[in-house]
């Protein structure tokens, strides 16, 4: 008799994904260069001042991390990834007149940090790769837990039609494995990618925008307002030479801006970030 076929563990495809792709570059090429100075722009805009005690849970290799930690916070930085501690902690060593406070594995569903002991806590990856909402509402939870009262808690997530988008933009739907992909995203959210191609992503959810403000309240959170973190503007066919050129960065930028609480553009930005509070 033939042995069961086994189920898929997806921390094990998002380790290998992790290991393959170099993402302490990502953010600096492309047009994740948007989502990363978008993503800065917003945690200025609603993060307490400095000096406090941020918690970056799935921070990565440290982009942002080290950014806040030059900005004047204390930030501890917590990821899935052992590569991505490794490469943060190697971050904090190359700036050290603003180090991370500390750079640890973990997990955003368990925290080993005490209640009621910082005042922010970033969520930028770990609601994607928690592909149960039960994990995804506990990972809320945990930031509610350690936040003090007054506390913010920013979480971002991939948009339900990222894939098609990207397939649209890329060409990427010529590909049929790359189209069943996206008909799956579509139908539920759940990202699966059986390909060897890590262009295609890997193991994660993918929200519709009203999600995020149900899953916040749903873990006893405030929810502020769910923005678009790159609107339509990571779609630009010609997009370095948009990036290269000052002026039309700043436009670009600017009508990202005027667009980023319009709730029928939330669908067309890759990137969502969602803003919650502890109020007591």
Sequence with gaps: M???AKTPDPASDILKHYESVREEQRLQEGASRLERVRTQELLTRYLPSPPGVVLDVGG???AHACWLARQGYEVHLIDLVPLHVEQARG???AQPDHPLASATVGDARKLQHAEASVDAVLLLGPLYHLTEREDRLQAWREARRVLRPGGTALGAAICRFASLLAGLAEGYLDDPEFAAIVERDLAD?????LTNNPAYF???YFHRPEELA???EGAGLRHDRTLAVEGPG???QNFDAHWSDPGR????LGAIRSLENEPSILGASAHLLAVARRDS
């Design 2 to 4: 033939a042995e069961p």
């Design 60 to 62: 990565g290799p440290g």
């Design 91 to 93: 971050a904090s060593r």
């Design 189 to 193: 959210g759940q990202h699966r990618n």
């Design 202 to 204: 890997t193991t994660a």
């Design 214 to 216: 149900a899953e916040i």
């Design 234 to 236: 990571w779609l630009l």
């Design 249 to 252: 960065r700043e436009r670009l």
